[in-house]
């Protein structure tokens, strides 16, 4: 399977801030998607990055509060703008390698916001 | 009404226990089904997937689908200590040709104790 790499890890924002996350993958791949898992919650899907056009957002997350960019088929980006403390949680990418294959996960960026 | 329900736990067991975590899900839509395992500050690592009804193997874990009730199960035989982590179901329909837009369930924390 794919290796899925995140930075930052982990982070402690104020709030008002910007943060921008990266996924890389060490291979090319057909799907990226960016969830969110809230403190004692499941995962939710905020975005489908799409490669080379803007990302196709979920219902309850807009373009200006998590723009997303997808310059090639290793690589994306999201952006958690203009933080405030509810914005806390774990972002992970994840990818779906091949058509119709399951989705494997980085092991996410832990943001906290104060 | 979540479209998956997933109980929580937390679950303790003994070590070589066979432990059975379930999931029920409202869509009949979904088409496809997943099991993940979370171990503490890591990504969510797949575990078993499958398409259709009845049992999958891999191992010491089953995957089992029942779409007519609505209802999957992960059995693990023989659990250890290691197998102590959350595991989250989840499921999705097809949207072209992924199917990564992903619904999971709170996940259920397990312990295994030895």
């Known amino acids: 399977s794919a290796v899925i790499s995140q930075k930052p890890s982990r982070d402690i924002c104020q709030r008002g801030t910007s943060l921008t996350i990266q996924c890389q993958v060490d291979s090319q791949v057909t799907m990226m998607f960016w969830y969110r898992q809230q403190p004692g919650q499941s995962l939710t899907l905020i975005a489908t990055?799409?490669?080379?056009?803007?990302?196709?957002?979920e219902s309850g997350f807009v373009i200006d509060k998590f723009p997303i960019s997808r310059p090639n088929l290793t690589f994306s980006t999201l952006t958690v703008s203009n933080m405030s403390p509810e914005d806390s949680s774990i972002y992970l990418c994840?990818?779906?390698?091949?058509?119709?294959?399951?989705?494997?996960f980085g092991n996410g960026t832990r943001l906290t916001v104060t | 009404q979540k479209e998956v329900e997933q109980d929580p736990g937390p679950l303790s067991v003994p070590e070589g226990a066979i432990v059975s975590l379930n999931c029920t899900y409202s869509?009949?839509?979904?088409?496809?089904f997943m099991w993940y395992r979370q171990y503490s500050r890591k990504g969510p690592e797949l575990l078993m997937y499958t398409y259709s009804s009845g049992n999958k193997e891999d191992g010491r874990f089953t995957a089992q689908v029942d779409k007519s009730s609505k209802y999957i199960s992960l059995f693990i035989r023989d659990s250890q200590p290691s197998d102590s982590a959350t595991y989250l179901c989840?499921?999705?329909?097809?949207?072209?040709?992924?199917?990564?837009?992903?619904?999971f369930g709170q996940g259920t924390i397990l312990t295994v104790h030895p």
């Open positions: 994840s990818v779906e390698t091949g058509l119709g294959s399951p989705l494997h």
């Open positions: 989840a499921m999705s329909l097809k949207d072209g040709t992924s199917y990564g837009k992903l619904t």
């Open positions: 869509n009949s839509a979904f088409q496809y």
């Open positions: 990055a799409n490669q080379g056009s803007e990302a196709t957002y």
